[in-house]
């Protein structure tokens, strides 16, 4: 009796999982038809459900929201997280991951906009900053990798990589919000530009008496 009970459980829990899925990725559709004013209402008929029975999985408005949060999370990371790991050039590996994440909320922008607006939801906000700190965590990584290479203190590499992830994000930020008043492609130079001209200048500073070479 003890396995069945257990079974039933197990079978009842993968359904609730699988049934909470379907109802975010119902939101998500309900969000790029509706817009980012969507409510609940309009959620419920996306999914061909009603009220009551969204408010089963999710137990208010602010934790369905979460969960979108949630998803598009890792949809940037996803994203993101190849860019960072193919590029082998420093230039290079700026581009591609400024390319990458604008590229992201540049082909969803309902939903970007919408978890902007979310912002004052404690789920949407942790969803966005556990996606930031994914992404520095790997180019951190990476520009360490890079510093040591080269005989240098890899020390500054987290702090450069968390510095430039929320310069991306608050420029792209900036962007979707006035209409994406460049290409994607100008601003991913203009940002890498920038970017670049301060790790470029770590190679001079290798050579400077009690620089960064000197640091390790």
Known sequence: MQQTTDGRKTRWAAHRSQRRVELIAAAIHAILQYGPEVDMEQVARVAGVTKPVLYRYFADKSQLWGAVGEHVAQIVVEAVGPAISRVREERALIAATID????TI?????????LMQQQGIPGVQHSIAGSAQTVAAGLARVIGDRLRAMGLDAGPAEPWAVGMVGMV???GDWWMRHGQPMSREALTEYLTTLLWQGIAGVRAAADVPGGLAARI
């Not at 990458?100 to 590229?103: D, S």
């Not at 540049?106 to 906009?113: D, H, S």
């Open 100 to 103: 990458a994440y604008l590229g």
């Open 106 to 114: 540049e082909a969803q922008p309902q939903l970007y906009r919408f």
């Open 169 to 171: 994000q608050a420029v």
